[in-house]
Protein backbone atom coordinates (compact mmCIF):
# COMPACT_ATOMS: atom_id res chain seq x y z
CA UNK A 1 0.00 0.00 0.00
CA UNK A 2 2.97 2.29 1.05
CA UNK A 3 4.64 1.12 -2.43
CA UNK A 4 1.19 2.63 -4.12
CA UNK A 5 1.31 5.31 -2.52
CA UNK A 6 5.20 6.83 -3.11
CA UNK A 7 4.21 6.04 -6.51
CA UNK A 8 1.21 8.35 -6.79
CA UNK A 9 3.25 11.05 -5.60
CA UNK A 10 5.91 10.81 -7.42
CA UNK A 11 3.86 10.95 -10.91
CA UNK A 12 1.95 13.81 -9.39
CA UNK A 13 5.35 16.02 -8.99
CA UNK A 14 6.44 15.05 -12.31
CA UNK A 15 2.84 16.01 -13.81
CA UNK A 16 3.40 19.60 -11.68
CA UNK A 17 6.67 19.88 -13.27
CA UNK A 18 5.36 19.30 -17.09
CA UNK A 19 2.06 21.37 -16.33
CA UNK A 20 4.35 24.15 -15.12
CA UNK A 21 6.32 24.09 -18.69
CA UNK A 22 4.93 25.52 -22.23
CA UNK A 23 5.65 23.49 -25.16
CA UNK A 24 8.73 25.35 -26.31
CA UNK A 25 9.70 24.46 -23.20
CA UNK A 26 9.69 20.99 -22.76
CA UNK A 27 11.33 21.23 -26.51
CA UNK A 28 14.48 22.76 -24.55
CA UNK A 29 14.47 20.30 -21.51
CA UNK A 30 17.74 18.03 -22.32
CA UNK A 31 21.46 18.42 -22.31
CA UNK A 32 22.94 20.69 -25.60
CA UNK A 33 26.66 21.31 -26.45
CA UNK A 34 27.77 24.14 -27.78
CA UNK A 35 29.44 23.30 -31.48
CA UNK A 36 31.63 25.80 -31.46
CA UNK A 37 33.34 25.26 -27.59
CA UNK A 38 32.60 21.73 -26.65
CA UNK A 39 33.40 22.40 -23.49
CA UNK A 40 30.93 24.72 -22.85
CA UNK A 41 27.30 22.48 -22.02
CA UNK A 42 23.68 23.50 -21.00
CA UNK A 43 21.20 21.12 -19.27
CA UNK A 44 17.88 22.41 -19.02
CA UNK A 45 15.55 21.09 -16.41
CA UNK A 46 12.18 21.72 -15.91
CA UNK A 47 12.55 23.73 -12.59
CA UNK A 48 16.50 25.30 -13.78
CA UNK A 49 19.54 25.36 -15.75
CA UNK A 50 22.87 24.57 -15.30
CA UNK A 51 25.64 26.09 -17.53
CA UNK A 52 29.03 24.69 -17.63
CA UNK A 53 31.54 26.98 -19.09
CA UNK A 54 35.13 26.93 -19.13
CA UNK A 55 37.16 28.16 -16.69
CA UNK A 56 34.44 28.59 -14.35
CA UNK A 57 32.29 26.49 -11.82
CA UNK A 58 29.11 25.00 -12.79
CA UNK A 59 25.94 27.95 -12.68
CA UNK A 60 22.87 26.85 -11.67
CA UNK A 61 20.06 29.29 -12.74
CA UNK A 62 16.21 29.83 -13.49
CA UNK A 63 14.90 30.23 -16.89
CA UNK A 64 11.79 30.71 -18.65
CA UNK A 65 11.49 30.45 -22.73
CA UNK A 66 8.67 30.93 -25.52
CA UNK A 67 8.78 29.62 -28.90
CA UNK A 68 11.87 32.41 -29.74
CA UNK A 69 13.34 33.81 -26.84
CA UNK A 70 14.77 32.70 -23.46
CA UNK A 71 15.21 34.43 -20.53
CA UNK A 72 17.71 33.74 -17.47
CA UNK A 73 19.62 35.44 -15.22
CA UNK A 74 23.13 34.64 -14.29
CA UNK A 75 25.86 35.73 -11.28
CA UNK A 76 28.28 38.13 -12.38
CA UNK A 77 31.21 40.11 -10.54
CA UNK A 78 31.25 43.64 -11.59
CA UNK A 79 34.12 45.81 -10.38
CA UNK A 80 33.82 49.98 -9.66
CA UNK A 81 36.32 52.13 -12.43
CA UNK A 82 38.32 54.99 -11.42
CA UNK A 83 38.63 57.62 -13.54
CA UNK A 84 40.81 56.07 -16.04
CA UNK A 85 38.63 53.38 -16.36
CA UNK A 86 40.78 50.81 -14.35
CA UNK A 87 38.67 48.36 -11.61
CA UNK A 88 39.47 49.66 -8.16
CA UNK A 89 37.97 47.64 -4.84
CA UNK A 90 36.84 44.44 -4.50
CA UNK A 91 34.12 42.87 -7.28
CA UNK A 92 30.31 42.66 -6.38
CA UNK A 93 28.40 40.26 -7.00
CA UNK A 94 25.50 41.35 -9.33
CA UNK A 95 23.02 39.47 -11.08
CA UNK A 96 22.87 40.24 -15.09
CA UNK A 97 19.66 39.13 -17.21
CA UNK A 98 20.23 37.51 -20.22
CA UNK A 99 18.22 37.26 -23.12
CA UNK A 100 18.51 34.38 -25.85
CA UNK A 101 16.86 34.92 -29.45
CA UNK A 102 16.93 31.26 -30.67
CA UNK A 103 15.50 28.93 -33.62
CA UNK A 104 15.27 25.47 -33.80
CA UNK A 105 15.84 23.16 -36.32
CA UNK A 106 12.60 21.25 -37.97
CA UNK A 107 13.88 18.20 -35.68
CA UNK A 108 14.08 19.83 -32.75
CA UNK A 109 17.73 18.95 -31.56
CA UNK A 110 19.97 21.95 -33.44
CA UNK A 111 19.73 25.46 -31.90
CA UNK A 112 20.87 27.96 -33.33
CA UNK A 113 20.89 31.58 -30.81
CA UNK A 114 21.97 35.01 -30.38
CA UNK A 115 22.63 36.13 -26.21
CA UNK A 116 22.43 39.63 -25.09
CA UNK A 117 23.47 41.44 -22.32
CA UNK A 118 25.50 44.39 -20.65
CA UNK A 119 28.39 42.97 -21.97
CA UNK A 120 27.15 42.73 -25.38
CA UNK A 121 25.87 40.38 -27.83
CA UNK A 122 27.11 36.61 -28.33
CA UNK A 123 26.08 34.28 -31.37
CA UNK A 124 26.13 30.69 -31.10
CA UNK A 125 24.75 27.04 -31.73
CA UNK A 126 23.88 24.23 -29.84
CA UNK A 127 23.67 20.42 -30.46
CA UNK A 128 21.29 18.14 -28.00
CA UNK A 129 22.69 15.12 -27.61
CA UNK A 130 22.69 12.31 -25.02
CA UNK A 131 26.12 11.40 -24.79
CA UNK A 132 29.56 13.08 -26.17
CA UNK A 133 30.18 10.67 -28.94
CA UNK A 134 26.44 10.96 -29.98
CA UNK A 135 27.76 15.14 -30.03
CA UNK A 136 31.09 13.88 -32.55
CA UNK A 137 28.65 12.31 -34.81
CA UNK A 138 26.61 14.63 -35.40
CA UNK A 139 29.26 17.71 -35.25
CA UNK A 140 31.27 16.07 -37.25
CA UNK A 141 29.32 14.07 -39.70
CA UNK A 142 30.78 10.34 -38.88
CA UNK A 143 28.89 7.79 -37.52
CA UNK A 144 31.29 5.22 -35.51
CA UNK A 145 30.26 3.14 -31.64
CA UNK A 146 33.59 3.12 -29.57
CA UNK A 147 35.01 0.41 -28.21
CA UNK A 148 33.72 -1.11 -24.84
CA UNK A 149 36.56 -2.37 -22.00
CA UNK A 150 37.36 -2.12 -18.47
CA UNK A 151 41.11 -2.73 -19.54
CA UNK A 152 43.98 -1.85 -17.20
CA UNK A 153 45.72 -0.81 -20.37
CA UNK A 154 43.54 1.99 -20.29
CA UNK A 155 44.93 5.49 -19.22
CA UNK A 156 42.95 8.97 -18.84
CA UNK A 157 44.49 11.53 -21.59
CA UNK A 158 44.03 15.50 -21.49
CA UNK A 159 42.12 15.98 -24.78
CA UNK A 160 43.56 19.78 -25.39
CA UNK A 161 46.59 17.76 -27.03
CA UNK A 162 44.86 15.55 -28.90
CA UNK A 163 44.10 16.17 -32.76
CA UNK A 164 40.80 14.49 -32.97
CA UNK A 165 40.56 11.59 -36.17
CA UNK A 166 37.78 9.87 -36.80
CA UNK A 167 37.81 6.27 -38.65
CA UNK A 168 34.68 4.47 -39.64
CA UNK A 169 33.19 2.26 -42.24
CA UNK A 170 30.60 1.80 -45.08
CA UNK A 171 29.55 -0.17 -47.92
CA UNK A 172 33.02 -1.74 -47.31
CA UNK A 173 34.57 1.39 -47.62
CA UNK A 174 37.27 3.28 -45.23
CA UNK A 175 36.05 6.64 -43.97
CA UNK A 176 38.48 8.69 -42.35
CA UNK A 177 38.51 11.89 -41.23
CA UNK A 178 40.19 14.80 -38.87
CA UNK A 179 38.65 17.21 -36.44
CA UNK A 180 40.29 19.67 -39.81
CA UNK A 181 39.69 18.12 -43.04
CA UNK A 182 36.73 15.98 -44.43
CA UNK A 183 39.49 13.15 -45.20
CA UNK A 184 42.98 11.87 -44.10
CA UNK A 185 44.78 13.36 -47.13
CA UNK A 186 45.89 16.55 -45.22
CA UNK A 187 46.83 14.96 -42.41
CA UNK A 188 50.49 16.62 -42.42
CA UNK A 189 48.80 19.54 -42.91
CA UNK A 190 46.23 19.48 -40.34
CA UNK A 191 49.01 17.97 -37.33
CA UNK A 192 50.81 21.33 -38.38
CA UNK A 193 47.48 23.41 -37.78
CA UNK A 194 46.99 21.90 -34.63
CA UNK A 195 50.51 22.06 -33.54
CA UNK A 196 50.54 26.38 -34.52
CA UNK A 197 47.42 26.49 -32.46
CA UNK A 198 48.99 24.69 -29.26
CA UNK A 199 51.42 27.38 -29.61
CA UNK A 200 49.41 30.12 -30.00
CA UNK A 201 47.81 29.24 -26.73
CA UNK A 202 50.72 28.29 -24.64
CA UNK A 203 53.54 30.20 -26.48
CA UNK A 204 56.10 29.29 -28.72
CA UNK A 205 58.19 26.36 -28.04
CA UNK A 206 56.57 26.10 -24.96
CA UNK A 207 57.37 22.05 -23.54
CA UNK A 208 53.90 21.43 -23.67
CA UNK A 209 53.11 21.29 -27.19
CA UNK A 210 55.42 17.61 -27.16
CA UNK A 211 52.40 16.12 -25.19
CA UNK A 212 50.56 16.60 -29.00
CA UNK A 213 48.82 13.13 -29.73
CA UNK A 214 46.30 12.07 -32.23
CA UNK A 215 43.27 11.14 -30.65
CA UNK A 216 41.04 8.71 -32.45
CA UNK A 217 37.58 8.17 -32.02
CA UNK A 218 37.51 4.71 -34.61
CA UNK A 219 34.11 2.60 -34.86
CA UNK A 220 34.59 -1.09 -32.57
CA UNK A 221 34.79 -2.78 -35.88
CA UNK A 222 38.08 -1.00 -37.02
CA UNK A 223 41.14 -2.83 -35.75
CA UNK A 224 44.14 -1.32 -34.29
CA UNK A 225 46.31 -2.17 -37.36
CA UNK A 226 43.78 -0.55 -39.35
CA UNK A 227 44.38 2.85 -37.60
CA UNK A 228 48.10 2.35 -37.43
CA UNK A 229 48.34 1.62 -41.43
CA UNK A 230 46.13 4.76 -41.70
CA UNK A 231 47.91 7.18 -39.64
CA UNK A 232 51.59 6.95 -40.79
CA UNK A 233 52.99 10.27 -41.45
CA UNK A 234 56.41 12.14 -41.04
CA UNK A 235 56.72 15.92 -40.68
CA UNK A 236 59.17 18.36 -40.66
CA UNK A 237 60.63 20.12 -37.19
CA UNK A 238 62.22 23.08 -35.65
CA UNK A 239 62.43 21.63 -32.54
CA UNK A 240 64.95 23.04 -29.70
CA UNK A 241 66.02 20.21 -27.55
CA UNK A 242 65.28 22.85 -24.22
CA UNK A 243 65.04 25.26 -26.34
CA UNK A 244 68.45 25.79 -27.06
CA UNK A 245 70.26 22.86 -28.89
CA UNK A 246 68.53 21.92 -32.34
CA UNK A 247 67.36 18.47 -33.62
CA UNK A 248 68.95 17.26 -36.42
CA UNK A 249 67.72 17.60 -39.60
CA UNK A 250 66.74 13.48 -39.43
CA UNK A 251 66.27 12.46 -36.15
CA UNK A 252 62.43 11.51 -35.62
CA UNK A 253 60.42 10.87 -32.50
CA UNK A 254 57.30 8.05 -32.74
CA UNK A 255 54.13 10.24 -33.45
CA UNK A 256 51.52 8.54 -30.30
CA UNK A 257 48.57 7.70 -31.31
CA UNK A 258 45.62 7.20 -28.88
CA UNK A 259 42.41 5.32 -29.39
CA UNK A 260 39.51 6.37 -27.41
CA UNK A 261 36.93 4.00 -25.82
CA UNK A 262 33.43 4.28 -24.46
CA UNK A 263 32.91 4.86 -20.96
CA UNK A 264 31.25 7.39 -18.71
CA UNK A 265 34.08 9.18 -18.82
CA UNK A 266 33.88 10.02 -22.50
CA UNK A 267 30.55 12.11 -21.36
CA UNK A 268 33.23 14.66 -19.36
CA UNK A 269 35.43 16.26 -22.00
CA UNK A 270 37.88 17.03 -19.46
CA UNK A 271 39.75 13.60 -19.50
CA UNK A 272 38.86 10.59 -21.80
CA UNK A 273 40.12 7.21 -21.16
CA UNK A 274 42.29 5.72 -24.10
CA UNK A 275 44.82 3.25 -25.02
CA UNK A 276 47.73 3.85 -26.54
CA UNK A 277 48.77 1.39 -29.66
CA UNK A 278 51.43 0.99 -31.85
CA UNK A 279 52.54 3.11 -34.94
CA UNK A 280 54.42 3.09 -37.82
CA UNK A 281 54.20 6.96 -37.73
CA UNK A 282 56.81 9.71 -37.38
CA UNK A 283 57.28 13.38 -36.25
CA UNK A 284 58.64 15.99 -34.46
CA UNK A 285 57.11 17.65 -32.46
CA UNK A 286 57.52 21.22 -33.42
Same mark, same amino acid.
Given at each position: $?????????????????S???????????G????????????????????????????? +?????A???????????????S????????????T??K???????????????????????????????? +?????????????????????S???? +??????????F?????????G????????????????????????????K?????????????????????????????? +???F??????P?????? $? @?????????????????FR? @??R?????N????
Amino acid at each position: $MKKSVYISNFLLILLAFSCGQNSSENELNGNWREIENEYSTWHFYPDSLVLKLPGEFDK +KTVWKANKSEIELELCTKYWKSDSLGEPVGFPIDTISKVLINYELSRNKDSLFGTAKNFYGVHKFSMLKT +KNYSEYLNRKFGIKFTLPKSDSTELI +KVDPIYGLKIFISSANDQLIGKTELSNSLNNLENDIKSFKDQLETFFGPKDWRIQKFYLSVYADEKITDSIITTNLSVTT +KSDFFINNDIPRPPNDT $M @AIRIYRMYANKENNKPEFRN @AKRIKTIANTVYN
